[in-house]
């Protein structure tokens, strides 16, 4: 047996690209720096067909976020209703930081001298998309960069209603509710997704650390974490209606840092509301060591309930943030494990989180990175070394 193979996201940047992107005022390259990026964008999918040399490679592969400094700092660019002065910190819940301070004080310190990094243009009217042409240019270069790289499907990431939440607090002037902030996002995210979904050959994968990570990140919505769960579960469901289901991947994820992870959230809880997504897989967490228990839950929800038919779980089981290589015969083992849950058949292996999330923050090195996904290519084509 032979599982399909991808990963999640964001991969590394050249350092030239890096430059360019910190001189970027809006967190995202135009066309003068087309050759840059297209080049670093070809790299990356190359990294991905030939991990570690390998003949084969991942089965779905992305452009790695390339041209924008993160998968949500570059909104502003793309949407009307930003203040071009004033900032907005991004909150995090007390237990997030102490959790922090006790299991990774080097991390902690971190963030607290690179504030501004997690510090972002305000809400200062209601959120307008602009235009979808930057959208569509990165879906086309997207397709066209993979077909001429030999990769047999791609994918390019947009956020989810609800990680924006996260990211940009919310200013109760602009946005009264919560829910009123995420119906709002929910009506202009639509206008990206389908502008992605108009490049034909092009799968869309939404990224949703907010039903998971918005345990413990997600300080200011004025509503509990699991009584806001199925409001952004529908947010996403409004916003991906009439979209093509079978070409949409949604991903979940409890935080792409090192430390304890105590006070994330229960899967047993999140797994329902998952299931409820318009999607055709579900891309989340399983080799986070405070996670890779999640598996017994999947098999557990699979017995009580059946799984969804047509829908696939893309198993993170690579973890981005340890430098500990996966054997070839640990990722068949969770993969194996998978399968007795959803189905080999709806069974993909990936990683748990992309491995460059913002431009220049990593959690491993990227010839690290390369022998991860050498192993998850040959573990999931039954390998034992």
Same mark, same amino acid.
């Given at each position: 047996?032979?599982?399909?193979?991808?990963?999640?996201?964001? &991969?590394?940047?050249?350092?030239?690209?890096?430059?360019?992107?910190?001189?970027?005022?809006?967190?995202?390259?135009?066309?003068?720096?087309?050759?840059?990026?297209?080049?670093?964008?070809?790299?990356?999918?190359?990294? $991905?067909?030939?991990?570690?040399?390998?003949?084969?490679?991942?089965? $779905?592969?992305?452009?790695?976020?390339?041209?924008?400094?993160?998968?949500?700092?570059?909104?502003?660019?793309?949407?009307?209703?930003?203040?071009?002065?004033?900032?907005?910190?991004?909150?995090?819940?007390?237990?997030?930081?102490?959790?922090?301070?006790?299991?990774?004080?080097?991390?902690?310190?971190?963030?607290?001298?690179?504030?501004?990094?997690?510090?972002?243009?305000?809400?200062?009217?209601?959120?307008?998309?602009?235009?979808?042409?930057?959208?569509?240019?990165?879906?086309?270069?997207?397709?066209?960069?993979?077909?001429? %790289?030999?990769?047999?499907?791609?994918?390019?990431?947009?956020?989810?209603?609800?990680? /924006?939440?996260?990211?940009?607090?919310?200013?109760?002037?602009?946005?009264?509710?919560?829910?009123?902030?995420?119906?709002?996002?929910?009506?202009?995210?639509?206008?990206?997704?389908?502008?992605?979904?108009?490049?034909?050959? /092009?799968?869309?994968?939404? +990224?949703?650390? +907010?039903?998971?990570?918005?345990?413990? @990140?997600?300080?200011? &919505?004025?509503?509990?974490?699991?009584?806001?769960?199925?409001?952004?579960?529908?947010? /996403?469901?409004?916003?991906?209606?009439?979209?093509?289901?079978?070409?949409? #991947?949604?991903?979940? !994820?409890?935080?792409?840092?090192?430390?304890?992870? #105590?006070?994330?959230?229960?899967?047993?809880?999140?797994?329902?509301?998952?299931?409820?997504?318009?999607?055709?897989?579900?891309?989340? %967490?399983?080799?986070?060591?405070?996670?890779?228990?999640?598996?017994?839950?999947? $098999?557990?929800?699979?017995? %009580?309930?059946? &799984?969804?038919?047509?829908?696939?779980?893309?198993?993170?089981?690579?973890?981005?943030?340890?430098?500990?290589?996966?054997?070839?015969?640990?990722?068949?083992?969770?993969?194996?494990?998978?399968?007795?849950?959803?189905?080999? %058949?709806? @069974? &993909?292996?990936?990683?748990? !989180?992309?491995?460059? =999330?913002?431009?220049?923050?990593?959690?491993?090195?990227? =010839?690290?990175?390369?022998?991860?996904?050498?192993?998850?290519?040959?573990?999931?084509?039954?390998?034992?070394?």
């Amino acid at each position: 047996m032979t599982y399909r193979t991808t990963m999640t996201g964001s &991969w590394f940047r050249p350092p030239e690209l890096v430059a360019r992107l910190a001189r970027s005022p809006t967190g995202e390259l135009g066309p003068e720096d087309e050759a840059v990026y297209l080049a670093a964008e070809r790299q990356a999918i190359r990294d $991905q067909l030939h991990p570690d040399g390998a003949g084969h490679g991942l089965d $779905q592969v992305s452009p790695g976020e390339q041209r924008v400094t993160g998968y949500t700092t570059f909104l502003p660019n793309r949407f009307d209703g930003f203040s071009k002065s004033e900032r907005a910190a991004m909150p995090f819940s007390p237990e997030l930081i102490a959790e922090m301070a006790e299991s990774n004080p080097a991390l902690a310190a971190q963030l607290g001298a690179t504030r501004d990094a997690f510090s972002l243009p305000k809400i200062v009217a209601p959120l307008r998309y602009r235009d979808a042409s930057a959208a569509k240019r990165a879906a086309a270069d997207a397709v066209r960069l993979a077909r001429e %790289e030999g990769a047999a499907g791609v994918f390019l990431p947009a956020p989810s209603p609800g990680v /924006i939440t996260i990211f940009y607090p919310n200013n109760p002037e602009v946005y009264p509710t919560h829910a009123d902030y995420l119906n709002g996002l929910s009506a202009e995210l639509a206008k990206e997704y389908r502008a992605i979904l108009e490049v034909p050959g /092009i799968t869309l994968q939404i +990224d949703a650390p +907010d039903l998971a990570m918005g345990k413990q @990140t997600a300080s200011d &919505w004025g509503i509990g974490f699991y009584d806001a769960l199925p409001l952004h579960v529908d947010a /996403i469901n409004r916003a991906v209606a009439g979209l093509p289901r079978e070409r949409i #991947r949604i991903h979940y !994820c409890y935080g792409n840092y090192a430390a304890s992870h #105590r006070s994330d959230a229960d899967f047993a809880r999140v797994l329902p509301e998952l299931v409820r997504l318009r999607t055709s897989a579900i891309v989340g %967490e399983l080799a986070n060591p405070r996670h890779e228990g999640d598996l017994l839950i999947l $098999q557990e929800y699979a017995r %009580e309930h059946g &799984w969804p038919n047509g829908l696939a779980f893309v198993g993170g089981v690579l973890d981005v943030k340890t430098p500990i290589v996966e054997s070839p015969r640990t990722i068949r083992l969770r993969l194996d494990l998978l399968a007795k849950a959803v189905g080999a %058949e709806n @069974t &993909w292996g990936g990683s748990d !989180c992309g491995f460059e =999330t913002f431009a220049g923050m990593n959690g491993v090195p990227r =010839t690290v990175a390369l022998q991860k996904l050498r192993a998850l290519v040959d573990g999931a084509r039954g390998g034992a070394a």
